[in-house]
């Protein structure tokens, strides 16, 4: 009986370890490709339909003045989110925790961080630089994007579908405003999202690139 307490006991300790720790509950990642983000799941890429949803090739402008492209980072893991410099709201706790994620990746090449500006004729390149050198952003490891406010929001709701409106309809003029990080891959399909102000999701997305790079 004692014995049997005791094997207990040390199941329950390793679970609540592994809960702790960055690990994921599946050895696989799922595809996304609509805003419902129904899962769906193939063993490789070769198994993807051709059509499937890819995020488009875009072309804006980072802290530095210099061009970003989906050249620019192909082939890297992509961590994407939609920010505002003047945002007195959610921003700030958003651009803390991606340095958290720059800081974790700060060694890891292949882990790319980018920041949509949602008020791109607001967001100049000198407005950006600035924000970056306040929040210690890495020039080449995290791009802060401006460019064209069409471009912008054709990317955030119909790409990376990052706005939780099913059912709404919106319209160009509407602001695009949320707390979600995308996670991409190598070959630009979205394979999560997460609540970029909850650290259990950022743990989560943490242990979801780890599967990602296996």
């Known amino acids: 009986m004692i014995n049997r307490m005791l094997a207990l006991c040390v199941v329950m300790i390793s679970a609540c370890t592994q809960s702790k720790n960055n690990t994921s509950t ?8 609509e805003a419902s983000f129904t899962p769906q799941w193939f063993s490789t890429d070769y198994e993807l339909p051709t059509d499937f949803h890819q995020i488009p090739p875009f072309r804006l402008i980072n802290q530095t003045g210099q061009t970003i492209t989906e050249q620019s980072v192909e082939g890297k893991i992509l961590i994407v989110d939609f920010f505002f410099a003047s945002c007195p709201g959610i921003c700030p706790k958003m651009t803390t925790n991606m340095s958290l994620l720059q800081q974790e990746y700060l060694p890891d090449t292949m882990i790319v961080l980018l920041s949509h500006s949602v008020t791109p004729d607001r967001d100049s390149v000198s407005v950006l630089r600035q924000y970056a050198d306040n929040y210690k952003v890495i020039d080449g490891k995290w791009h802060l994007l401006t460019g064209d406010r069409t471009q912008i929001y054709e990317l ?8 939780e ?6 319209s160009p003029d509407d602001f695009l405003h949320t707390e979600n990080f995308i996670l991409v891959d190598q070959n630009r399909h979205i394979r999560g999202i997460y609540n970029g102000l ?3 999701s950022l743990n ?3 242990a979801d690139i780890k599967i990602l790079k296996q």
């Open 26 to 33: 599946t050895d696989t990642l799922p595809y996304y490709s």
């Open 156 to 163: 955030g709701r119909n790409h990376y579908f990052v706005e």
């Open 165 to 170: 409106n099913l059912g709404r309809s919106k």
């Open 198 to 200: 909850n650290k259990s």
């Open 204 to 206: 989560q997305l943490i």
